[in-house]
């Protein structure tokens, strides 16, 4: 079983549409819950992030984690053509500590799930 | 753009054959990762520096090796190339260690590698 798990879709919606994409995800120990965006033949950006459980509002986007579940949403709402693109579910573990020994942000990615918004 | 700078951003090259892909990280940024993306795969963790000392190792094939510089740009070395090397390698770079931070990673446009 792969430690993240999200369906690639892809998902085409008309404008206006809200858009629900979700990663699962089997390694207890994710504190830190991602998702990043990548549109065609650029890197990932991120988008919203998440500690722990709960909900995240960032304007017309809405994070969701449920560590019980071990699965995250990303909601999309009033979506637009511009909102076209792959979305990546992301996810860590805790930070080690300050004398860790350095930054150690490995992250484990979801394989992303192609959204088209249709104007 | 991210600030990060990665060279070349298009390669093609033949099987057997040993290529460097560089990145130039975010200024102040210690960190340096290395990604590669394929479309069966999706984005898989390579290799990360930290001012120069590997930090973390995934999924890096032998016939692959990085490192940091003293400057903290990095290059990543593929040698006896093969058709399934063929993919899009992305270097990110993070600022340092804080508490409830989430490891923002900044990525480059990535580099393409297409093995004949």
């Known amino acids: 079983q792969k430690e993240v798990e999200q369906d690639p879709g892809p998902l085409s919606v008309p404008e206006g549409a809200i858009v629900s994409l979700n990663c699962t995800y089997s390694n207890s120990a994710f504190q830190y819950f991602m998702w990043y965006r990548q549109y065609s033949r650029k890197g990932p950006e991120l988008l919203m992030y998440t500690y722990s459980s709960g909900n995240k509002e960032d304007g017309r986007f809405t994070a969701q984690v449920d560590k019980s579940s071990k699965y995250i949403s990303l909601f999309i709402r009033d979506s637009q053509p511009s909102d076209s693109a792959t979305y990546l579910c992301a996810m860590r573990a805790a930070f080690l500590g300050r004398n860790s020994g350095g930054s150690n942000y490995k992250l484990t990615f979801g394989k992303g799930t192609l959204l088209t918004v249709n104007p | 753009d991210s600030g990060v700078t990665q060279t070349p951003k298009h390669l093609i090259t033949a099987t057997g054959q040993r290529v460097t892909l560089r990145c130039s990280p975010r200024?102040?940024?210690?960190?340096v990762y290395w990604y590669q993306q394929s479309l069966d795969q999706g984005l898989q963790f390579l290799i990360q520096y930290y001012n120069g000392e590997e930090r973390a190792k995934g999924n890096i094939l032998e016939r692959f090796s990085a490192q940091q510089f003293p400057d903290l740009h990095s290059e990543l070395n593929l040698s006896s190339l093969e058709l399934g090397d063929s993919a899009l390698y992305f270097c990110?770079?993070?600022?340092?260690?804080?508490?409830?931070?989430?490891?923002?990673?900044?990525f480059g446009e990535g580099s393409r590698l297409t093995v004949l």
């Open positions: 990110a770079s993070s600022v340092g260690p804080r508490d409830r931070d989430p490891g923002e990673l900044f």
């Open positions: 200024s102040g940024d210690l960190s």
